[in-house]
């Protein structure tokens, strides 16, 4: 019996892969759930005065198991929010939310008080592998490839990340939308769309990719019109009108670029107005903006693709959403560029799969 060796190889790759991401994730989510803040009830005297600064040493698995399964207010309040807040947006999302905290809420129940803990990690881990895989049916994957995808990954994740599950699924939706344009798969790429918008706004630019392999715009209405209609007309028609408020989608009021009213968020107008010091703004700017545009750059640089200015474009508008809609501390919003990486590291397509 001859082996393929090759395929052995590459499976034993994507399990080495798999097992780095998988602690990745998990040192990522249990560092930032190591410590919760002590109840009033939990308050000790020292030097007679109470200390309202006391945190205790808590058990990750719990702490995540418990927030997964519990319901937040996004899932029953369908108001516009309170205006110039980044939180309303999220209103959007309530398809996701209400698909993940059944999940999640039975396997508290039915399974076990920290079984919610080990399915998220290791649902993000395989979606982020997923995404990968796919990718490698638009490009081969090989070792500058791997390195590449896996040491993004490990930059990203040293940060303490938030809304990680809304970056991994859009990541895994941004692979297939690529995909989906590569192979001239029309229903496959308004199917990405329509599961993209739910989990995150951002979606409605997935049919743009299709301009990275294409040059028809048919797709990319059809798309749109799909998507938009189910995302607006079905799924939030009882609060469409709170897209044309002010400050729904998009923080645009001075007051609050300024980042004056966004609690325990930082943004660019915190660095305009003085607000947070040049150090601390450069850093920010530097580790979110200046070293992935970096990448970027040098990965093009050395690109062989024929469409990589596209795909170069894509990066760069990404960056700019980024920098101007997501608070400067969100890195984990960083992932979805991890795909069009993978991309401009490659020197050839993967013509015999094409259609």
């Known amino acids: 019996m001859a082996f393929d060796y090759k395929k052995i190889f590459d499976l034993a790759i994507k399990i080495l892969v798999l097992l780095v991401i998988l602690v990745t994730v998990k040192t990522n989510v249990d560092r930032a759930n190591s410590f919760s803040e002590a109840t009033s009830d939990q308050y000790y005297e020292i030097n007679s005065k109470v200390n309202y ?45 209400v698909a993940e905290y059944k999940i999640y809420k039975y396997l508290y129940e039915n399974v076990s008080n920290i079984a919610p803990y080990y399915f998220y990690v290791i649902l993000s881990s395989v979606f982020l592998l997923i995404s990968l895989i796919i990718i ?12 590449v995808f896996v040491g993004s990954l490990l930059y990203i994740f040293q940060f303490q990340l938030a809304e990680m599950s809304y970056s991994v699924l859009e990541m895994l939706f941004i692979s297939i939308a690529l995909y989906a344009s590569f192979k001239k798969n029309i229903l496959l790429l308004a199917l990405s ?11 409605v630019l997935l049919p743009f990719f299709w301009l990275i392999f294409n040059r028809t715009f048919l797709p990319i209405i059809i798309s749109l019109l799909v998507s938009v209609g189910i995302w607006m007309g079905v799924s939030n028609f009882d609060i469409i009108d709170c897209i044309f408020n002010n400050n729904f989608l998009l923080v645009s009021d001075r007051s609050v670029f300024s980042g004056s009213s966004q609690a325990g968020q930082i943004s660019l ?10 150090i601390s703004g450069l850093r920010l700017l530097i580790e979110g903006f200046l070293i992935p545009t970096v990448i970027a750059f040098f990965l093009y640089y050395y690109c062989a693709l024929y469409n990589k200015k596209k795909i170069i474009i894509a990066i760069l508008i990404y ?17 979805i560029l991890i795909p069009f990486f993978v991309l401009l590291s490659s020197k050839t397509f993967m013509e015999q799969d094409r259609a």
């Open 269 to 278: 107008g915190n660095i305009i107005d003085g607000s947070l010091s040049y």
């Open 319 to 335: 960056l700019i959403i980024f920098i101007f809609a997501t608070p400067l501390l969100h890195h984990s919003v960083k992932m």
């Open 136 to 147: 490698g049916r638009v490009v081969p994957i090989n070792m500058p490839q791997y390195f």
């Open 193 to 203: 769309v329509v599961f993209a918008i739910h989990v995150r706004e951002s979606g």
């Open 53 to 97: 600064d006391l945190y205790l040493k808590s058990d990750p698995r719990v702490e995540i198991s418990q927030d997964l399964s519990t319901a937040t207010i996004l899932l029953s309040d369908r108001t516009c929010g309170i205006e110039g807040s980044l939180e309303n947006r999220k209103r959007l999302r309530w398809v996701y939310k």
